[in-house]
């Protein structure tokens, strides 16, 4: 381990509205959010070492989870237990697996990387992951005006592989055109496609007729990227035509339908069980779990420290933490509580790094996308103890 993972370099430059301006030019848009600064103008250095570790642990585990998903298709007590909706089962059986490595095209692993460089796995979000643009566009900004390497540099070459490969005809998000972070990270994407012909429309505005997805003015969509998570089909109205135009595969949609069993948090339960169990994986593969993800189980069974999420949720929504006694110490009340509508898993407690700004201190949480398959893209969050959606923005470079 290093003695120092991270360093804090640079502080906020006067021009604060002149640099916010310049990031709404290149597609970071939301730096200020409802008049509170979101975007925090510090650069954060990753220590190479850790960077190259962090590396290798995301491609490892991206794999890992690729191979329990595969596990998990087709088994409907799995799929149960894992948390997914009942109006996914269908398409998961009878649609096709993308090819290796490829069930999620769009996706980001969440660390807890600690002050001395210790990684271990909180979460991975393989199917609506936002952020990007904050990676793709702001960080590299960032790291060049500090002479610092960012290795962010190939994430719109990674869209522009994914998005061939889908040649979607719509790409969608709730309140299109009105809400900042998440139209804005849809139209970066579109934009970094290279692809003409992409429509951007509001899911809100989406209806089912009689298998057939349409847009407001009746236009068919047969292939629709959508910023939309699935796990909310079992919830909204709409949920069971949405599945029915799926299983008639009158619409293909990105990510797969597939990439919702490992956007929940109930396959890294799954995935320790058999790693305690020795089943399924490979030694090295085994190794890389017990070096890199936490234990994780459907119940709470610490005599430590732990964590309690919902298997599906965003934001910190519903996270409660518990302390070395297994007393509730914290609590996240700003995300959306996502608790009462699928089930908790139950994880040790990790270390984030803490960080020293201009504002205050602030853990660390590190976020490496993985598009078209492939690692590429550091996104830092610095908040409380939870990461939630109040916490900032903050570039991070390696050394």
Known sequence: MTQNAFEVIGSPHQDRAGRVRELRELGFGWADLDEEPYW?????????????????????????????????????????MIGIPQVLWESLDTLPLEPEGLISRYARFDWAVSGTGEIKLLELNSDTPTGYAEAAAATPWMCEQYGIRSANGGMAARIREAWSAWQPDAAACVAFGSHQEDTGTVELLMRHSGLSGVRGVDVLDLWVDDGVLKDKNGEEIRRLFALYPKEWMGIDDGGDALAYALEKERLTLFNSPHAVIMQSKGLQALIWGLYELQLVFEPEELETIGRHMLPTYNKALFDGSFVSKPMFGREGGAVSLFDDSGQLEHVDRDGYDTGRFFPMVYQKRAELAKIQLETGEYHLLTGMFVLNGVPCGLLGRAGGPITGNTSHFVAIGVK
């Open 40 to 80: 925090v103008d510090h650069l954060v250095v990753m220590d190479g070492g850790v960077y190259e570790e962090l590396e290798q642990a995301s491609s490892k585990l991206w794999h890992i989870f690729d191979k329990a998903a595969r596990f998990v298709k087709g088994r409907r007590d799995l799929y149960e």
